[in-house]
């Protein structure tokens, strides 16, 4: 029975979602929540996307990721649908994949030896940010940045310095609008603080740090 009053209640979201739709706009509406028409086999694409991206990581890690950062709408509002949708043709895009990948793993990625440990490190960092960004912090230098500097290095064999902090933002990808629009998105599904943003106040974090700017 619960299983067929999900069913009913995600139906009811798609089909007000495109009677929603404005003037001329209904027929790429239709075609947008066609996508999430089966909600487990979208929930899968999206995590077949993060499997590619993080790779490295135990089942157990890699599982507890995905309860965390992938979302899984059970009632949603038309609204939400709609973004989960958008959110599952996104992960389709190629590009979409090289930016997280970039983002995640940053410059000199042949000399990265630990991958495992530099995103379990990464994790712990983004945990760490993540109350300054509930708190609306701007992001700057401090333990969290550090801690962030540290997993990369390690993950090199180096230790954290100027040179090492210029290469990591050298080529980033944090301000990619694909990836913006991506977490985005999650967050609008969700409701929750997403990895997504914590990364992105690391990055500020860094910038500053190497570029300089108000504290």
Known sequence: MEVQVAALTWRQAALTAV????????????????????RG?????????????????TPEMFDAFVDMN???????????????AELVTAVGDPGLYQAVSRQLWRADRERITHRRALLDGVAWACAAAG???????????GPELDRFVD???RARGEHDSPGLRRRLLSGATDSDERILRYWSLTGEVTG???????QQWLHGALE????????
């Open 131 to 141: 109350p300054q960004v509930v708190a609306n912090r701007p992001p700057g230098p």
């Open 208 to 215: 500053r740090s190497v570029c300089g700017g108000p504290e």
């Open 70 to 84: 992938v979302p899984d709408p059970i009632d949603p509002t038309p609204a939400e649908l709609l973004a989960f």
């Open 19 to 38: 009677a929603d739709a404005p003037e001329g706009e209904r027929a790429s509406r239709l075609e947008l929540v066609a996508v999430v028409r089966d």
């Open 41 to 57: 086999h979208a929930k899968d694409t999206v995590v077949r996307f993060w499997r590619r991206v993080l790779e490295p990581l």
């Open 151 to 153: 997993v990369h290095a």
């Open 192 to 198: 929750a603080l997403t990895t997504g943003a914590a």
